[in-house]
């Protein structure tokens, strides 16, 4: 099969919801749970994304209204983060995961990054200090640790871990 890569539109809206909906009832697919997935919260990342930042999916090359995967991440609020996208997602159907679609919508985005966007010197996103797999993806991709929210997470029954963040420089910023 082969997966292509694509900016996301605001003709996805509906298919991000499903998706999200999805990996969000899985365990440890996403750090939301299905009843925080709402169609504004889609629209808030999409708008935010397409506006301020990057949105890539991949449809399923046999169902092209299906996503199967998706990132994104977008510009910070004030001015003087402009070189900066974070609050990056990644979102991959558990039909898929293991099958190197994390990789190729991940190096998507920062090969985007680096041939197109060079008004931007860091990708930022954090990882749970117990989802070492992801760190070391994220480390493999050329992601740098840059320390630990202590207690961050709240696991429930009074338990709590660390929040890990992580940044990525593009090396063609100017």
Same mark, same amino acid.
């Given at each position: 099969?082969?997966?292509?890569?694509?900016?996301?539109?605001?003709?996805?809206?509906?298919?991000? *919801? %499903?998706? *999200?909906?999805?990996? @969000?009832?899985?365990?440890?697919?996403?750090?939301?749970?299905?009843?925080?997935?709402?169609?504004? *919260?889609?629209?808030?990342?999409?708008?935010? /994304?397409?506006?301020? +930042?990057?949105?890539?999916?991949?449809?399923?090359?046999? $169902?092209?209204?299906?996503?199967?995967?998706?990132?994104?991440? *977008?510009?910070?609020?004030?001015?003087?983060? !402009?070189?900066?996208? !974070?609050? =990056?997602?990644?979102?991959?159907?558990?039909?898929?995961? +293991?099958? #190197?679609? #994390?990789?190729?919508?991940?190096? !998507?985005?920062?090969?985007?990054?680096? /041939?197109?966007? $060079?008004?931007?010197?860091?990708?930022? =996103?954090? @990882?749970?200090?117990?989802?070492?797999?992801? %760190?070391?993806?994220?480390?493999? =991709? #050329?992601?740098?640790?840059?320390?630990?929210?202590? /207690?961050?997470?709240?696991? #429930?029954?009074?338990?709590?871990? @660390?929040?890990?963040?992580? @940044?990525?420089? $593009?090396?063609?910023?100017?």
């Amino acid at each position: 099969m082969v997966f292509d890569v694509r900016r996301s539109t605001v003709l996805d809206k509906k298919s991000l *919801y %499903i998706l *999200y909906q999805k990996v @969000a009832g899985c365990n440890g697919g996403i750090s939301r749970t299905e009843r925080e997935i709402t169609e504004k *919260y889609i629209s808030n990342n999409l708008n935010k /994304s397409l506006d301020n +930042g990057m949105s890539l999916v991949v449809e399923h090359p046999e $169902n092209k209204s299906q996503i199967i995967a998706e990132i994104h991440c *977008y510009k910070p609020e004030p001015k003087l983060f !402009s070189h900066v996208l !974070s609050d =990056l997602t990644i979102v991959v159907d558990q039909e898929f995961q +293991g099958k #190197g679609m #994390g990789q190729l919508i991940f190096r !998507s985005l920062l090969d985007e990054i680096e /041939s197109s966007r $060079n008004d931007i010197l860091r990708v930022e =996103l954090i @990882a749970r200090e117990s989802n070492q797999r992801a %760190i070391a993806f994220y480390q493999k =991709l #050329g992601f740098k640790i840059e320390g630990r929210f202590e /207690s961050r997470v709240d696991c #429930g029954h009074n338990q709590f871990e @660390a929040d890990i963040p992580m @940044a990525w420089f $593009n090396k063609n910023y100017s």
